[in-house]
């Protein structure tokens, strides 16, 4: 892999190698973008085969993150984090307060958080060393996994509306991947509308669970590519939507809180040419950043609430843009949060070009 080309052909800014002897720490800390403001994206503890395994989980990760900010209209640009090794070992206290000297050492430009690995209590010691963190015991905001499930509740609605020509997903069939946290409430809030559930996970006790609560059916995981339903909600892993199960999908949207979705960008157009009216994931599933982000200004849950029911507007704009000019959903996603950094950034050069002009 060579780092520079990787670097320049996605723009991005700084790559952070974070090692620390006597605790053992080994991290990454990538900045992608930090037009919109500081990079926030959370601190992923996976224990990676490679280390350019974790650089490239790490890259893609960072990126992904500036796409979600800017989807979401927040102030804020793209980062993230990861430590390779087993979190169980890895994210000692020691570990975890050397990683947080190393975000102090970036000045405010990247703000880290919980992510796959990591929970409040590991925040906590983050804070010992820098500010630059959110979900901690003393400011955070709980787990957020509700306030994601909402939101993907309401992207499904508008996905719905798009699809179909009515919000409402009363009578509907969907099938959801996964059932775990986020997925279950989002469920939760799909039987409350009374919609009809087919769920799927490699956990047992999480399909029973929302069997016994929702009256969901279950299939096997590698089935709910094939079941006939109106929405297929992919909850779990990222790349499910493949050469292998897009043909198999009878769905006629696409709707769901997993990350990376798209094994890889053709993929968007392949639901295109289908016909599939798909939910790009970091639109859909930017609830919880959103609530994370509100903890940088005092947090204030109404607020929060009000910001992720715009999911809803924004996902009708992508999918408008998608007809009008004839491109999937994923690429007018993608172009929506582009001309958004493009215009502030050329605002900010606009201003600091007036302001030398004073000074001079």
Same mark, same amino acid.
């Given at each position: 892999?060579?780092?520079?080309?990787?670097?320049?052909?996605?723009?991005?800014?700084?790559?952070?190698?974070?090692?620390?002897?006597?605790?053992?720490?080994?991290?990454?800390?990538?900045?992608?973008?930090?037009?919109?403001?500081?990079?926030?994206?959370?601190?992923? @503890?996976?224990?990676?085969?490679?280390? %350019?395994?974790?650089?490239?989980?790490?890259?893609? $990760?960072?990126? &992904?993150?500036?796409?979600?900010? *800017?989807?979401?209209?927040?102030?804020? &640009?793209?980062?993230?984090?990861?430590?390779?090794?087993?979190?169980?070992i890895a994210k000692s206290e020691a570990a975890l307060r050397a990683f947080g000297r190393y975000v102090e050492s970036l000045n405010g430009r990247y703000i880290t958080a919980e992510d796959v690995g990591t929970t409040e209590a590991d925040m906590d010691h =983050?804070?010992? /060393? !820098? !500010?630059?963190? !959110?979900?901690?015991?003393?400011?955070?905001?709980?787990?957020?996994?509700?306030v994601t499930s909402y939101g993907i509740f309401q992207g499904m609605k508008a996905t719905a509306k798009t699809a179909f020509g009515d919000e409402s997903l009363?009578?509907?069939?969907?099938?959801?991947?996964?059932?775990?946290?986020?997925?279950? &409430?989002?469920?939760?809030?799909?039987?409350? %509308?009374? *919609?009809?559930?087919?769920?799927?996970?490699?956990?047992?006790?999480?399909?029973?669970?929302?069997?016994?609560?929702?009256?969901? =059916?279950?299939?096997?995981?590698?089935? =709910?590519?094939?079941?006939?339903?109106?929405?297929?909600?992919?909850?779990?892993? +990222?790349?499910?939507?493949?050469?292998?199960? =897009?043909?198999?999908?009878?769905?006629?949207?696409?709707?769901?809180?997993?990350?990376?979705?798209?094994?890889?960008?053709?993929? +968007?157009?392949?639901?295109?040419?289908?016909?599939? !009216?798909?939910?790009?994931?970091?639109? @859909?599933?930017?609830?919880?950043?959103?609530?994370?982000?509100?903890?940088?200004?005092?947090?204030?849950?109404?607020?929060?609430?009000?910001?992720? /029911?715009?999911?809803?507007?924004?996902?009708?704009?992508?999918?408008?843009?998608?007809?009008?000019?004839?491109?999937?959903?994923? $690429?007018?996603?993608?172009?929506? *949060?582009?001309?958004?950094?493009?215009?502030?950034?050329?605002?900010?050069?606009?201003?600091?070009?007036?302001?030398?002009?004073?000074?001079?």
């Amino acid at each position: 892999m060579n780092i520079f080309e990787s670097l320049e052909e996605h723009e991005y800014e700084q790559v952070m190698y974070c090692y620390d002897k006597p605790s053992g720490l080994k991290a990454i800390i990538v900045l992608h973008d930090t037009t919109l403001g500081p990079a926030l994206g959370g601190l992923r @503890i996976w224990n990676y085969e490679t280390e %350019e395994a974790a650089l490239k989980d790490a890259l893609r $990760l960072a990126r &992904g993150m500036t796409y979600k900010n *800017a989807a979401a209209g927040l102030n804020l &640009g793209g980062g993230k984090a990861v430590i390779i090794g087993d979190p169980k070992i890895a994210k000692s206290e020691a570990a975890l307060r050397a990683f947080g000297r190393y975000v102090e050492s970036l000045n405010g430009r990247y703000i880290t958080a919980e992510d796959v690995g990591t929970t409040e209590a590991d925040m906590d010691h =983050i804070h010992a /060393e !820098t !500010t630059f963190v !959110t979900g901690t015991s003393s400011g955070g905001v709980g787990d957020p996994s509700p306030v994601t499930s909402y939101g993907i509740f309401q992207g499904m609605k508008a996905t719905a509306k798009t699809a179909f020509g009515d919000e409402s997903l009363k009578g509907k069939t969907i099938a959801v991947q996964g059932v775990g946290m986020v997925a279950y &409430g989002l469920c939760k809030h799909l039987h409350e %509308e009374g *919609a009809n559930l087919i769920v799927t996970d490699i956990n047992q006790a999480a399909v029973d669970r929302a069997v016994t609560d929702f009256g969901a =059916i279950a299939v096997a995981p590698d089935d =709910i590519y094939g079941v006939d339903c109106d929405i297929f909600s992919p909850c779990a892993l +990222g790349g499910v939507l493949n050469d292998e199960t =897009i043909p198999q999908l009878k769905a006629k949207a696409i709707a769901g809180s997993a990350n990376n979705q798209l094994l890889e960008n053709r993929h +968007g157009e392949m639901l295109y040419e289908q016909g599939i !009216t798909y939910a790009p994931d970091y639109v @859909i599933n930017s609830g919880g950043v959103i609530n994370v982000a509100d903890e940088l200004q005092g947090y204030q849950r109404d607020r929060v609430f009000k910001k992720v /029911e715009s999911i809803y507007d924004i996902l009708l704009n992508v999918f408008a843009t998608s007809k009008e000019q004839q491109i999937p959903t994923s $690429l007018a996603a993608d172009k929506m *949060a582009e001309a958004r950094i493009k215009a502030l950034g050329q605002s900010s050069q606009k201003f600091l070009r007036h302001n030398r002009n004073i000074l001079s």
